[in-house]
Structure formats: structure tokens, C-alpha cells
């Protein structure tokens, strides 16, 4: 719950564009954020962005074992 406390606290700065890729990855069966708001972290980066979602509900790397899933794509988009 703690990430749920950190979003809600958040305030996005005038110039938010970070000169990093960002991968960001979300549960195909999540209740409390959406794809549109996964797909609104490419507004944040002047450089490549790319999303995965993988089967799940909000907490799918602890609930359904899916380190495996997340080990590849951090492979995948860090060492291509």
C-alpha cells in the first residue's frame, strides 16, 4: 500500500521529462491503475518507453510468481 501512498502524494513538477527509458510493467487484471495510466508514464521521458502486462491483479509479482516474467523483460529492455 505504501506505492498507493506515494502516488497519491505525488505532484508532477512543470518539467517532468526525465532523459532515461522507462519500462513500465502492470497487471492485466488491475483494479487500481488502468493501462491508460501505465501508457502515461511515456509522457515523463524524452527517451524511449516501452510497457508490459503480465497476467495478475495490482501486486502480480507477489501474488502469482511472476519474478521470473519480470526478469526477463528487465533483460530485454536494459541490455538490448
Do not use: Y
Not at 509522457?43 to 518507453?49: A, G, N, V
Not at 509479482?61 to 516474467?69: I, P, T, Y
Amino acid at each position: 500500500w505504501a506505492d498507493l501512498h506515494i502516488v497519491n502524494q505525488f505532484k508532477l513538477s512543470a518539467n517532468p521529462q526525465l532523459k532515461i527509458p522507462i519500462t513500465a510493467l502492470g497487471g492485466l487484471n488491475d483494479e487500481r491503475v488502468s493501462n491508460q495510466e501505465i501508457q502515461a508514464w511515456k509522457e515523463l521521458t524524452s527517451e524511449s518507453f516501452s510497457s508490459f502486462f503480465l497476467e495478475g491483479d495490482h501486486f502480480f509479482l507477489r501474488k502469482h510468481s511472476k519474478q521470473a516474467e519480470v526478469i526477463e523483460i528487465i533483460n530485454q529492455t536494459m541490455f538490448k
